[in-house]
């Protein structure tokens, strides 16, 4: 289920950088959004020819970012998260 969620989310944000990030509005969303997704466009290939770091990073800003306002939502309402631990032994 978490995986049809990351992928809906990220279709959402790609649709929402298609529909309303036009160049000339913001140059530092020129630089780090817009120039981007306009070459990811246009080469669709091009995205693939980059270093993953470089090609990745703001989904990356992004997906830190979510995590951690995510993080503190679930301690400011008090929410106890199970944490996974590695089973010792046996199953």
């Not at 969620?5 to 649709?15: K, R, S, V």
Request: aromatic residues 8%; contains cysteine; positive net charge.
């Amino acid at each position: 289920m978490s995986v049809i969620l990351a992928d809906f989310i990220t279709g959402l944000m790609h649709w929402a950088e298609d529909t309303w990030l036009v160049p000339g509005k913001s140059a530092l969303l020129d630089r780090w959004i817009v120039n981007d997704n306009i070459d990811h466009h246009r080469f669709p290939g091009k995205i693939r020819a980059g270093q993953y770091w470089a090609t990745n990073r703001v989904c990356i800003a992004l997906a830190l970012g979510a995590g951690r306002g995510l993080e503190t939502l679930i301690e400011r309402c008090g929410v106890k998260v199970a944490r996974a631990t590695a089973s010792r032994g046996g199953y």
